[in-house]
């Protein structure tokens, strides 16, 4: 199993089409599993690799970090996995296990975070991967793969900061966003107790966003809406990219609010209220291992399922063009049609 060939997707250059790929399996280390990948999700940060939008891409890129599979071969020091095991991989799928937020049980802030991606050297869009077992996750048993999948970074991603603010009941909160991110925000934020509003720049989404848990519903556009939700919020959770109304958006926190972001929207405000209402904004990346192993319990206890598209490997780039779209309803994941050999 060890020497048969890997075969993948891969852009070959900057902002290309992907293409297949056929390469050397990574040799695994003691702390190793070699994972036969049957799902992968496909995210938004895929498509920022393959155009390189955080400056860190080599190619040939092979995309995909939201991963399951069946654990095909074990590191000599592997204990809590052995070959057959369904397990789930998100983008982290190692650390340096030493640096002083590692050593904190915090590895999402790993000093050595870069070459800690999934997708060094290769990622999910492939037939296997290598990674670090102590970042391969045993997944409940009635979990459906595809539900796996998409709860190993996007379902991390909300249900982090959503968990640790969560520290008083009936807090108020507004999700901004409802796609990949936000229709899963919405389900965790609702099980966590929180009163949620959903905001979106789509009125067609306001029937689902009530749905997913939603208790209210703002058009972010709507300018008369924004004013009269004037510091409402507890916490505001961004998971919408590009461009937001971010005078009218920090006006909707209480003082000593909180605005979070996990998406990557163009930043530019004013300080003013800022300072006079004692805001704070700050980021959220992924999660811990304990808090992934959390997620995906709660997630389960909840019933809470991203809404999914399935497509085969093969058609990964009609898939994301689709995302690029913005016609995605609301996550799009992609099965194994390759094999091995």
């Known amino acids: 199993m060890q020497d048969m060939k890997v075969l993948g997707y891969a852009a070959r250059e900057k902002g290309e089409p992907l293409e297949p790929i056929e390469y050397e399996p990574p040799k695994i280390g003691k702390h190793d599993v070699r ?13 920022h690799g393959i155009d390189d939008y955080y400056g860190i891409t080599t190619y040939p890129f092979v995309p995909g970090h939201e991963i399951v599979g069946s654990v095909s071969s074990v590191g000599s020091a592997v204990s809590e996995l052995k070959e057959g095991d369904r397990v789930g991989i998100g983008w982290q799928g190692r650390s340096c296990m030493k640096c002083e937020w590692c050593s904190q049980g915090e590895e999402q802030l790993c000093e050595d975070i870069v070459s800690s991606g999934t997708w060094m050297p290769y990622g999910g869009f492939s037939s296997s991967i290598s990674v670090d077992s102590r970042f391969a996750y045993l997944l409940p048993e009635a979990m459906p793969s595809e539900v796996a999948a998409v709860l190993m970074c996007a379902g991390v991603t909300v249900y982090s900061p959503l968990k640790s603010l969560a520290t008083r009941d009936k807090q108020k909160i507004g999700i901004i966003g409802v796609g990949g991110l936000g229709h899963l925000g919405l389900q965790f934020a609702q099980a966590l107790g929180y009163e949620v509003t959903a905001i979106s720049s789509s009125p067609k989404k306001k029937k689902e966003a009530l749905a997913f848990g939603a208790d209210h519903f703002i058009i972010s556009d709507d300018h008369d809406s924004l004013q009269n939700a004037m510091l409402s919020f507890d916490l505001l959770l961004c998971t919408a990219h590009g461009k937001i109304d971010w005078e009218l958006l920090l006006g909707t926190l209480k003082k000593n609010g909180k605005f979070v972001l996990v998406g990557f ?77």
């Open 35 to 47: 994972v036969r990948i049957t799902h992968c999700g496909l995210c938004q940060t895929d498509i």
């Open 265 to 341: 929207p163009d930043v530019k405000f004013n300080s003013t209220d800022l300072v006079a209402h004692q805001l704070s904004i700050t980021g959220s990346f992924l999660g811990s291992r304990a808090t992934m192993q959390e997620m995906l319990s709660f997630a389960q206890e909840h019933k809470i399922k991203p809404k999914v598209e399935l497509m085969p490997m093969a058609k990964v780039n009609e898939a994301i063009q689709t995302l690029k779209d913005n016609k995605a309803r609301y996550r799009i994941v992609l099965f194994n049609d390759m094999g091995e050999h």
